[in-house]
């Protein structure tokens, strides 16, 4: 190996080390090929798919964070209820 492929090849592995990447779709195609890219060139990647095969993309990619879910329904938290009624007037540091 010449010492210019040695050096791109350790700036590949390096290119987004400290980044971190969500990929979805990620169990194959095109998602798993990304999770393939980014995952040699240093990024921690959560790997998001609603097909249940993502669970072992980390037998594949060692580091890889593989989430089974569909991001594309935003689940929101029921409202904040607060057990006493708010008074304008009160001192809000004794709560």
Excluded: Q, Y
């Excluded at 080390?17 to 040699?40: C, F, I, N, P």
């Excluded at 998001?48 to 569909?70: K, N």
């Amino acid at each position: 190996m010449t010492p210019a492929a040695a050096s791109a090849g350790a700036s590949e592995t390096t290119e987004f080390a400290g980044k971190t990447a969500l990929v979805t779709g990620a169990a194959r195609g095109v998602g798993k090929e990304t999770v393939a890219l980014l995952h040699a060139r240093g990024a921690r990647v959560v790997a998001v798919d609603l097909r249940p095969d993502i669970t072992t993309l980390p037998d594949e990619f060692p580091g890889v964070l593989a989430m089974h879910g569909d991001i594309s329904r935003e689940k929101r938290p029921p409202p904040a209820r607060c057990n006493r009624p708010w008074v304008p007037s009160e001192d809000w540091t004794s709560w």
